[in-house]
């Protein structure tokens, strides 16, 4: 079985301000990790996920995540947020031995970056 | 391409009432999924079919059933509606491209049992 903590449920930012939003996971066995985000009144979307490879990965606007396995995280960064990040940010975990659609989510981080 | 869609977009029952909630995909993938959402909290899985005729209970199956009634198509029926059922529900597909997994939501049904 596996387990997901996002360290901080709220993330306040200034706009073009440096952003990082932590995720932690336990696992007995491999695994994939994603992070999901999430506007108001819609579905998740994929932002970024880590299956094989590099351990740092990349979005298209601007975020990353390394995988970091001796330390089970997953953090998410983005160097200068704008306004249009706000949103709800998801981490997700499956064992690499099972289809991502039965993955573990965190309980979200709601990052607001302010004017 | 519509993706994942979902009807009703919202719905409030009362105690004991039953309901279905519709889901359907026009990207032809096998595997589909129930999730619900409460304040706070990530997805929870609540059912899941790998594949047209096959589905498996996710975490938290208690008080739902469902139906996989061809592979565009998962339905998630509440027989008899409780408060504690009262939260946003989410179905997804999942393309499974061998390394390049990637899971597809729907917009999202907001349920309120009273």
């Known amino acids: 079985a596996q387990s997901v903590t996002q360290l901080d449920s709220q993330v306040p930012v200034f706009e073009e301000a440096p952003v990082e939003l932590r995720c932690n996971y336990s696992?007995?066995?491999?695994?994939?990790l994603f992070w999901y985000v999430q506007y108001p009144n819609q579905g998740l979307q994929l932002l970024l996920k880590?299956?094989?490879?590099?351990?740092l990965v990349e979005s298209i606007n601007g975020f990353e995540a390394e995988f970091n396995k001796s330390q089970t995280s997953f953090h998410l960064r983005k160097p200068s947020v704008h306004i249009s990040d706000t949103a709800e940010y998801f981490c997700?975990?499956?064992?690499?031995?099972?289809?991502?659609?039965?993955?573990?989510f965190g309980d979200g981080t709601t990052l607001t970056v302010k004017p | 391409n519509a993706g994942v869609t979902q009807t009703p977009k919202f719905q409030v029952l009362k105690t004991g009432q039953s309901m279905t909630l519709q889901c359907a995909q026009d990207?032809?993938?096998?595997?589909m999924y129930w999730y619900r959402q409460d304040p706070g909290m990530g997805l929870r899985l609540i059912y899941y079919?790998?594949?047209?005729?096959?589905?498996d209970k996710g975490e938290v199956p208690n008080g739902y059933n469902v139906s996989r009634l061809n592979k565009r198509e998962f339905s998630l029926r509440l027989e008899s509606a409780a408060p504690s059922q009262t939260s946003v529900y989410f179905c997804?597909?999942?393309?499974?491209?061998?390394?390049?997994?990637?899971?597809?939501f729907g917009p999202g049904t907001r349920l309120t049992v009273l």
């Open positions: 997700a975990v499956s064992a690499n031995n099972t289809n991502a659609g039965k993955s573990t």
């Open positions: 880590y299956l094989s490879g590099s351990t």
């Open positions: 997804a597909t999942l393309r499974a491209d061998s390394g390049r997994d990637e899971q597809f």
């Open positions: 990207m032809n993938h096998n595997s």
């Open positions: 079919s790998a594949s047209e005729g096959t589905t």
């Open positions: 696992s007995s066995v491999s695994v994939y």
